[in-house]
């Protein structure tokens, strides 16, 4: 089995900054493409930042220029750098990978979701 867990998350206050992390682990054979979602209450989960393997990036028009994503492909850990951050930035962030696993089978992988509160 593959595990993705998340930890950085917290109440912050506006224009503050964050780090999250999550870790890849159990059978993990290689990752591709790694990204951040994340889901406010009554909206949809939405795309915040893509990483492929060779660092390739991409991210939502609403976070460009304050976040920024990373990753070590040694560690198995992917990370996301939030500064600037806004109210509007309130949700609960989710790791997601592309990962194939020692026995060959590939398969995306979610975190268990990580909150994030911007708030005065």
């Known amino acids: 089995q593959v595990q993705l867990v998340e930890s950085g998350g917290g109440l912050v206050q506006p224009g503050g900054s964050l780090r999250l992390s999550c870790a890849a682990s159990?059978?993990?054979?290689?990752?591709?493409?790694m990204a951040w979602y994340r889901q406010a209450p009554g909206k949809q989960r939405e795309l915040v930042a893509t990483?492929?393997?060779?660092?390739?990036?991409n991210y939502a028009d609403s976070v460009k220029g304050r976040f920024t994503i990373s990753r070590d492909n040694a560690k198995n850990t992917v990370h996301l750098q939030m500064n600037s951050l806004k109210p509007e930035d309130t949700a609960v962030y989710y790791c997601?990978?592309?990962?194939?696993?020692?026995?060959?089978?590939?398969?995306?992988?979610w975190g268990q979701g990580t909150q994030v509160t911007v708030s005065s």
């Open positions: 997601n990978a592309d990962i194939r696993t020692v026995s060959g089978a590939y398969q995306n992988y």
């Open positions: 159990g059978m993990v054979f290689s990752i591709y493409t």
């Open positions: 990483i492929t393997s060779g660092g390739n990036t």
